[in-house]
């Protein structure tokens, strides 16, 4: 099985600084998908972005922003301009072209200090 | 669109009780997943459906467990007895097609065995 591995389990921010958590993957396949889910306290896990490995351009959704290397099996997520309501655990999270599992990450907690 | 709609929120029962969790997932998904959310194991992938019908069981801890989906818009988790090391949180999510775009998740309900 794939294996999704976040080596930060907490880290904290300065509102409008911006941060960056880490993810790596390990992998055999050339075709997947990558995501970020947020979980706030609510306990919603939320789809933050996605990134398809054929692409080479970096998924962008607003604040938010992945690093993707590929060669690396690295997929970072970058916020910027932190706000007060990115406080949540994030979720890296790899899913196979051809399979049907999302295989999770053990989560990073994220702070954002006013 | 309401999205992923799981009952009850929180479940707290004695040990040895029959314990039912619900999901209507999202009308026109064709996959349907549910995962366990726990400290130390993190996520974890129990059982999905595509189209009602069961595809890969292989994460149901213990024949306690059992999920049945009798149609699109329905899907039922049953723990039988529920023992303490069963309290989690339990998630359902659903997709369209493999979950290319990523998994839309309910709220999850939070069980509790005492």
Redesign the interface.
């Known amino acids: 099985a794939q294996t999704v591995t976040q080596s930060q389990p907490e880290m904290s921010v300065q509102e409008a600084e911006t941060v960056t958590l880490s993810c790596t993957y390990d992998t055999s396949e050339s075709d997947y998908y990558l995501f970020w889910y947020k979980q706030p306290p609510s306990r919603q896990m939320i789809l933050v972005i996605r990134q398809e490995a054929y692409k080479q351009q970096n998924a962008t959704e607003n604040r938010f922003s992945v690093n993707f290397q590929k060669a690396a099996k690295s997929f970072s997520l970058k916020i910027s301009d932190s706000q007060l309501g990115d406080a949540a655990m994030y979720f890296c999270a790899y899913r196979s072209a051809t399979g049907n599992q999302f295989y999770f990450g053990t989560g990073t907690s994220l702070t954002v200090i006013p | 669109d309401a999205g992923v709609i799981q009952s009850p929120r929180h479940e707290v029962t004695e040990m040895g009780q029959e314990v039912t969790l619900r999901c209507k997932p999202i009308s026109g998904h064709d ?1 349907l ?1 549910w995962y366990r959310q726990t400290m130390m194991r ?2 974890e ?1 129990l059982i ?1 459906f ?1 189209n009602n019908v069961p ?2 069981d292989s994460g149901m801890p213990e024949d306690r467990f059992s999920a049945k989906m009798p149609n699109a818009s329905f899907s039922t988790l049953k723990i039988q007895p529920s023992e303490p090391r069963d309290s989690a ?1 339990y ?1 359902c ?1 659903s997709s369209a097609g ?8 309910g ?2 309900t ?1 069980l509790t065995v005492v």
């Open positions: 996959y997943f993190g996520l992938l999905y595509n595809i890969d949180v998630f999510a493999r979950g290319r775009g990523g998994y839309t998740f709220s999850g939070r």
